[in-house]
Nanobody, 118 residues
């Protein structure tokens, strides 16, 4: 399993910023494309952004230009820098390895809650 541990969420006003972190096992981190998913209240979990092992990134249209994914190989950790946050970004954010735009592992971490509200 991936053994993902997410952190960094919180309550922020619209227009604010947050930086999320996700630690994974070394094996998973070195072998797989990694991604951030989110589940908003009443909605299905969606893939937001991915980063390959060689650093290529991809974003869903709704976060392009506002979110940035990165990875630190020394720490087996990926990050999500979120700027210009909007109320519709409110969700529980999760990380997982990604295969064909889907989560590679059925076991998820606890996630981290992001709430954007004034």
């Amino acid at each position: 399993q991936g053994q993902f541990v997410e952190s960094g969420g919180g309550l922020v006003q619209p227009g604010g910023s947050l930086r999320l972190s996700c630690a994974a096992s070394r094996r998973v981190f070195n072998m797989y494309t990694m991604g951030w998913f989110r589940r908003a209240p009443g909605k299905r979990r969606e893939l937001v952004t991915t980063i390959t092992t060689d650093g290529q990134t991809n974003y869903v249209d709704s976060v392009k230009g506002r979110f940035t994914i990165s990875r630190d190989s020394a720490k087996n950790t990926i990050y999500l820098q979120m700027n210009s946050l909007r109320p519709e970004d409110t969700a529980v954010y999760y990380c997982n390895a990604v295969i064909a735009s889907s989560a590679a592992f059925s076991s998820w971490g606890q996630g981290t809650q992001v709430t954007v509200s004034s």
